[in-house]
């Protein structure tokens, strides 16, 4: 194939991703404001600036968008939260690891993934309640993706330090409460905002908030060696 015949190709091949993104892109935004039920192809096409083929094109149909926008949120929160999960794994590995360590790494998980809640598009945490309300098959890889990396290890290290079997009850529900405390900033925003008579979760404000949410831990589980 001539040089020419490949750059042109490339070229198909890019415009090709850039429509993909701003569909992705607009659908998130609509999703987010109206609901699945609420939006059409015709509004994500619109809203992307390109036509209406385009999407059957790319997701194949409205409800291969949807799980398209749910996917690429999964993979975000895998990006931000692998690092911190993976650390976590590693001190339950140590046979000689201290409870300092292991609280460490709990603290460690809960900070990263109140950051990740905190800095995260408004988008999400409303698709998420629009999911939540009204759940789908495409909620799916979310799921999955915060019992592999935050809940189960989570779960793992209370246990641990609890002394506790990892499937208990009370194990669960303690990795649960853990992560709802940062939940209800995203959840209830604005009622948030507006009782801290904030106009928004600046960076200096979201370090005080995982700064409070460290020090609770470490009242459920005194340091020590």
């Not at 992307?48 to 996917?71: C, D, R, W």
């Amino acid at each position: 194939m001539m040089e020419k015949d490949q750059h042109k190709i490339r070229k198909v091949q890019a415009r090709g991703e850039e429509t993909k993104k701003r569909l992705l892109e607009a659908a998130t935004r609509l999703f987010s404001e109206r609901g699945f039920d609420g939006v059409s192809t015709r509004d994500i096409a619109a809203e992307a600036e390109t036509t209406l083929p385009s999407i059957p094109h790319h997701f194949e149909s409205k409800e291969g968008i949807y799980q398209a926008v749910l996917a690429s949120i999964a993979e975000e929160i895998t990006a931000r939260l692998a690092t911190a999960s993976a650390r976590a794994m590693d001190v339950l590995s140590k046979k000689d690891a201290t409870k300092r360590e292991k609280l460490e790494a709990l603290d460690h998980l809960l900070s990263t993934h109140a950051r990740s809640i905190l800095q995260s598009r408004p988008e999400w945490a409303r698709l998420m309640v629009h999911e939540q309300l009204h759940p789908s098959a495409a909620l799916t890889p979310i799921t999955r993706v915060l019992e592999q990396y935050l809940v189960g290890p989570l779960a793992k290290l209370i246990a641990d330090l609890r002394g506790l079997h990892v499937k208990c009850v009370e194990v669960r529900l303690e990795a649960l409460v853990l992560v709802g405390r940062i939940l209800i900033f995203r959840t209830a925003r604005h009622s948030s905002l507006h009782i801290m008579g904030w106009e928004e979760f600046t960076p200096s404000r979201i370090e005080r908030i995982i700064e409070m949410l460290s020090s609770n831990l470490y009242r459920l589980f005194p340091k020590g060696d």
